[in-house]
């Protein structure tokens, strides 16, 4: 039997070194990366097109800690210089973050105190000359005051914070929320909870403030050229008819008035609920249905009388300063919608409307 022993030079030349690394890539090009990393990790970095790539580590560094100095070291590329701003070098009106989501308290008119799951959407303006914002200090600013209860004092406080951290002239806060109020069925005796679409703003603009509460309310519109065609087949034909009445939605948007700072969510509702009663009910037996049918006979309403019988409630309140109203009457009888814009005041004026605005009308129970 003859046996090959290989040696291993005592001092090894560059040609032996040279020979050894190119069986050892030899080897390594056919071997699997589990053989690979067997062997020695480092091996994989001989491989063509990842001779200069390092060998990372693979495990969290559970134990690591962060000092003031190695933050400091931290690249930030937002707050970089003008050289880095990439397209046109102009001033962004609105730059932030949106939906982000935190539990809020706040105090009701009649049942206390309600901690209710809220959208927060923040933003501020971005100068020209700026690359960019941080934009988790606007988080940050807004978690500070998000323990106290609400008030548009305490969402002042925090957009003066991130205003003032992230060195901007104009700057938005807007708050999205499901509110629920109990509501009684219209004969039966029962009630049951509904829930209303309430957005909140604060806005500053050329150091003006602006307090603006959104409130989508849902109710039933009956047509009433439709409810007098019906009752002219019954009255000339002995013909059953009936009207067409469909489920619509009103957007009203008001700003406080210079001086006010509360206007209660149930008071606006209220508002709402008095100038077209025909509100989507909860809770419904026999009794109501049918109370309910009466109730769109005696408001059967177009889409325009809508919206002035909303501004008649808003323009009444010495509370409410510039408002809006957006009305969709979802058509029964249609294939597309009624709807209807009236506005009061400068701040809601738009010579052009977003293309999808009254889509986002469209009630989702």
């Known amino acids: 039997m003859n046996m090959h022993v290989t040696t291993t030079p005592e001092d090894p030349t560059r040609e032996d070194a040279a020979e050894a690394l190119r069986l050892l890539r030899l080897w390594a090009a056919n071997a699997t990366e589990a053989e690979r990393a067997e062997l020695d990790p480092d091996v994989a970095r001989l491989l063509a097109g990842q001779g200069d790539y390092p060998s990372f580590s693979?495990?969290?560094?559970?134990?690591?800690?962060?000092?003031?100095?190695?933050?400091?070291?931290?690249?930030?590329?937002?707050?970089?210089?003008?050289?880095?701003?990439?397209?046109?070098?102009?001033?962004?009106?609105?730059?932030?973050?949106?939906?982000?989501?935190?539990?809020?308290?706040?105090?009701?008119?009649?049942?206390?105190?309600?901690?209710?799951?809220?959208?927060?959407?923040?933003?501020?303006?971005?100068?020209?000359e700026k690359?960019?914002?941080?934009?988790?200090?606007?988080?940050?600013?807004?978690?500070?005051?998000?323990?106290?209860?609400?008030?548009?004092?305490?969402?002042?406080?925090?957009?003066?914070?991130?205003?003032?951290?992230?060195?901007?002239?104009?700057?938005?806060?807007?708050?999205?929320?499901?509110?629920?109020?109990?509501?009684?069925?219209?004969?039966?005796?029962?009630?049951?909870?509904?829930?209303?679409?309430?957005?909140?703003?604060?806005?500053?603009?050329?150091?003006?403030?602006?307090?603006?509460?959104?409130?989508?309310?849902?109710?039933?519109?009956?047509?009433?050229?439709?409810?007098?065609?019906?009752?002219?087949?019954?009255?000339?034909?002995?013909?059953?008819?009936?009207?067409?009445?469909q489920r619509s939605v009103a957007r009203i948007s008001v700003e406080l008035a210079e001086g006010q700072s509360c206007l209660w969510f149930e008071d606006l509702i209220d508002m709402a609920r008095a100038a077209v009663p025909t509100e989507t009910q909860v809770m419904v037996k026999r009794e109501d249905e049918q109370a309910f049918a009466e109730l769109n006979a005696a408001n059967p309403i177009f889409v325009e009388d809508a919206a002035r019988l909303f501004a008649e409630?808003?323009?009444?309140?010495?509370?409410?300063?510039?408002?809006?109203?957006?009305?969709?009457?979802?058509?029964?009888?249609?294939?597309?919608?009624a709807v209807s814009v009236l506005t009061e005041g400068p701040t809601f004026e738009a010579a052009s409307l977003d293309p999808r605005l009254f889509q986002s009308l469209i009630h989702v129970g």
């Open 58 to 128: 693979r495990d969290y560094p559970q134990d690591f800690t962060v000092d003031e100095a190695y933050k400091a070291g931290l690249p930030d590329l937002q707050n970089g210089p003008s050289s880095l701003i990439r397209g046109s070098q102009r001033q962004i009106q609105h730059v932030g973050i949106s939906n982000f989501r935190l539990p809020i308290l706040y105090h009701t008119r009649d049942n206390g105190d309600l901690t209710l799951e809220t959208s927060v959407t923040g933003t501020v303006s971005l100068e020209a």
């Open 131 to 245: 690359k960019g914002i941080n934009m988790s200090r606007i988080m940050r600013s807004f978690y500070a005051h998000a323990d106290k209860t609400f008030s548009f004092e305490v969402i002042e406080a925090a957009l003066d914070d991130y205003k003032t951290d992230l060195e901007s002239f104009d700057a938005r806060i807007q708050m999205r929320l499901s509110f629920p109020m109990r509501v009684n069925s219209l004969r039966s005796g029962l009630s049951g909870y509904q829930y209303y679409d309430i957005a909140l703003e604060l806005v500053e603009r050329n150091n003006v403030r602006q307090k603006i509460i959104h409130l989508d309310y849902v109710y039933s519109s009956t047509c009433p050229c439709s409810l007098e065609l019906s009752e002219h087949a019954r009255a000339t034909r002995n013909q059953l008819a009936t009207p067409h009445s």
């Open 313 to 337: 409630q808003l323009e009444n309140d010495a509370r409410v300063g510039d408002f809006r109203v957006l009305a969709s009457h979802q058509e029964s009888l249609h294939s597309h919608d």
